[in-house]
């Protein structure tokens, strides 16, 4: 079974960093996109940051300059280098990606969430 796994939320206070980690496991044919979205207490889920199998980027204007998104698709992971933190980043962020899941008939397209995790930017 594929999944979608994040780590490295945690508490920063204002103007530091956090790098978010996200790992995909399973029977993976393929990754296409991947993003990053997050949800603040109270809001909708928002998109953060969008990366594509070839390493084209978008940002959501409220982050540019400040995150970067990566993937390493050898080892089938993304993450999200945050800095300049501000309190108004803090919500849950989720990782989310369109694959292949490899599967005896072929390749089957999943759209993936993780479970998510908690960052919180407070002094």
């Known amino acids: 079974q594929v999944q979608l796994v994040e780590s490295g939320g945690g508490l920063v206070q204002p103007g530091g960093s956090l790098r978010l980690s996200c790992a995909a496991s399973?029977?993976?044919?393929?990754?296409?996109?991947m993003a990053w979205y997050r949800q603040a207490p109270g809001k909708e889920r928002e998109a953060v940051a969008v990366?594509?199998?070839?390493?084209?980027?978008n940002y959501a204007d409220s982050v540019k300059g400040r995150f970067t998104i990566s993937r390493e698709n050898a080892k089938n992971m993304v993450y999200l280098q945050m800095n300049s933190l501000k309190p108004e980043d803090t919500g849950v962020y989720y990782c989310?990606?369109?694959?292949?899941?490899?599967?005896?008939?072929?390749?089957?397209?999943?759209?993936?969430w993780g479970q998510g995790t908690l960052v919180t930017v407070s002094s």
């Open positions: 990366i594509t199998s070839g390493g084209d980027t």
């Open positions: 399973g029977s993976i044919f393929s990754i296409n996109v």
């Open positions: 989310n990606g369109h694959l292949l899941e490899a599967v005896g008939t072929g390749p089957r397209y999943r759209e993936l």
